[in-house]
Every structure is written in structure tokens, then in C-alpha cells.
């Protein structure tokens, strides 16, 4: 089994790698969402892997950005998708799929291992990184928050948490505490758009901003694209 598939180079690199391992097909490989990062590597899985599931909207985005790319015949797209949840057994292991709305885009699954409890949050979760908020795919901060809150209800404080990217110096696994922090992250994003934006801001002058106050772990480039999104998420332009 396979939680994303990065790009073409590096999917290839993988399958070679674990063909050493064992001569078995592929039994899933599974999207967590449609970005480029994290499923354009699927085409190296054509013929050698049984099923492909993903949450519905993260198919229909993989297709939308392939017809904008023209690059329609380099994909392999999910073949089981799924509206709410996702489960299936594998040998010992029992593997559920969640999605509790826009997010990161409008279809971002949690990839629960149940036996071994651990969650794979794809770009559900930036470790101390700036996230990127896809709006054109139907990104929400303010629904980010929530969806956040849902896992932190559904798992426990023994899951260990597997996260799409983390910042410089910061690990790509973690705990519930992790979660706690990067909600908290998002609030203060919405909160510190909002004062800029009563205190009479122009969105060019509040991009300039450097940090989120309240959230200093989160440091580095990028901090343009929640603050971006947020304004236009509490604008509507
Ligand atoms: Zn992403
Ligand atoms: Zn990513």
C-alpha cells in the first residue's frame, strides 16, 4: 500500500525499491488529495496497482487540473471514490478514509491505519510551514479549522500523525498536540486579516506583513498564501 505518489521520477524510484522487496502487486494506492506533489507520480502505478481510492472532489480536481495542464495522458486517475467514508481490510490492517470538508482544497482525506494507529493528513496538515490554501479548488480556512477539530475528536492521543510538508528543522511526523497548534495557527491568521482589514489596510500593504502574530513557529516564505487566501476569504474579493 501507498499513501501518494509525488511525481513521475520519484514514484518510479519507489516502486523500483520496493519491487526488491517482494514481487507483489500493488494492492491500493491512495490519494489523500489531487495536487501535483502528490498524485502526478500515480502513472508509474498503471497496470501494477489493484485499486486507486480518493475522496470524489479530489478526482474531479486531479482531472480539471490534467485538461488545464493538457497533460490528460499522464495521469492515472482514483477508480474508488468516496463521499464521506472510506474503509477496507488488508491482511491485519483495517484502513479508513475520512473527509470532513474543504479544507487545504474541497477534498483532502485522513487515511486511517486502525491497528497501527496512524493518520496520514496529507496537506491537512503543515508542520511550522506556511500552508498553500487552494481556493480555486475549494479551499476554506474557517472550515480548515473545524475539519481539524473533527480528527482531533475522532483520533486519540496515542495516533501518530503523518504531515504533507513541515518547515525547515521541523519533523513530518507528530501528535495531537501538532494539530492543536496549527488550528490555532489558522485562527490566527483569520484573526490578524481581520483587525488589518478594520484598520483600513490596503491587501497590498497587508501581504507585506511577515508574521502571524500569535503563531511564531511559523516562519519562512510563504507566508503570502494563507494571508491571501484569508483576505479574500473574509472579503469575498
Ligand atoms: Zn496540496
Ligand atoms: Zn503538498
Given at each position: 500500500m501507498v499513501v501518494d505518489s509525488q511525481f513521475p521520477d520519484q514514484s518510479k524510484h519507489l516502486i523500483d525499491e520496493l519491487k526488491k522487496r517482494s514481487e507483489k502487486l500493488f494492492k491500493?494506492?491512495?490519494?489523500?488529495?489531487?495536487?501535483?506533489?502528490?498524485?502526478?507520480?500515480?502513472?508509474?502505478?498503471?497496470?501494477?496497482?489493484?485499486?486507486?481510492?480518493?475522496?470524489e472532489n479530489s478526482k474531479k480536481n486531479q482531472e480539471n487540473a490534467a485538461k488545464q495542464n493538457k497533460s490528460e495522458d499522464k495521469q492515472l486517475y482514483p477508480d474508488q471514490t468516496y463521499t464521506n467514508t472510506w474503509c477496507q481490510k488488508a491482511g491485519k490492517e483495517r484502513i479508513c478514509l475520512y473527509y470532513y470538508g474543504a479544507a487545504h482544497t474541497n477534498g483532502d482525506s485522513f487515511i486511517h491505519f486502525e491497528h497501527a494507529n496512524i493518520v496520514h493528513c496529507g496537506d491537512l496538515l503543515f508542520n511550522r510551514r506556511h500552508p498553500y490554501v487552494d481556493r480555486g479548488a475549494g479551499a476554506n480556512i474557517k472550515s480548515w479549522m473545524e475539519v481539524l477539530n473533527k480528527a482531533l475528536n475522532k483520533f486519540d492521543e496515542e495516533t501518530i500523525y503523518v504531515f504533507g510538508h513541515a518547515g525547515n528543522g521541523y519533523k513530518i511526523t507528530g501528535t495531537s498536540d501538532d494539530l492543536h497548534k496549527f488550528r490555532d495557527y489558522l485562527g490566527n491568521v483569520l484573526k490578524f486579516t481581520e483587525t488589518e482589514i478594520k484598520a483600513g489596510k490596503t491587501k497590498e500593504e497587508f501581504l507585506k506583513a511577515t508574521a502571524v502574530p500569535g503563531s511564531d513557529e511559523w516562519k519562512g516564505d510563504g507566508i503570502q498564501r494563507p494571508l491571501g487566501a484569508a483576505w479574500e476569504e473574509l472579503t469575498g474579493k
Open positions: 491500493l494506492l491512495i490519494n489523500t488529495h489531487h495536487h501535483s506533489d502528490h498524485s502526478s507520480g500515480n502513472i508509474s502505478f498503471k497496470g501494477i496497482v489493484e485499486h486507486v481510492p480518493a475522496h
